[in-house]
Nanobody, 128 residues
């Protein structure tokens, strides 16, 4: 059972990157999943999560309008499209499962975006 993140690298401010997270050993469709990041000297924070049931999403305020989370269940893969990158987006980005089929990110039953099974990280560095 594994989550493999990739796609990180060096980008200039204002540029774009797309991160991928491929699941192996389990069916990603059955899970809510998300992206998290940890910058040097800071705590890990939630970036975005997506439900496996209704594809409702959560975005941190700092990335709203710039980042887009998506999933391709046929490829057992999740993505994070990052546009208009800023130097403060520099961090190690991690993917994780965040819940089961009863996890939603909108409406009365909206839950917090919290990781439970983690993949390894991929470094994103944004230069000014």
């Amino acid at each position: 059972v594994q989550l493999q993140a990739s796609g990180g690298g060096l980008a200039q401010a204002g540029g774009s990157l797309r991160l991928s997270c491929k699941a192996s050993g389990f069916i990603l469709e059955s899970y809510a999943i998300g992206w998290f990041r940890q910058a040097p000297g800071k705590e890990r924070e939630a970036v975005s999560c997506i439900s496996g049931t209704d594809e409702s999403t959560y975005y941190a305020d700092s990335v709203k309008g710039r980042f887009t989370i998506s999933r391709d269940n046929a490829k057992n893969t999740m993505y994070l499209r990052m546009n208009s990158l800023k130097p403060e987006d520099t961090a190690v980005y991690y993917c994780a499962t965040t819940g089961g089929t009863n996890t939603f990110y909108r409406g009365s039953y909206a839950q917090a975006c919290r990781g439970n099974y983690w993949g390894q990280g991929t470094q994103v560095t944004v230069s000014s």
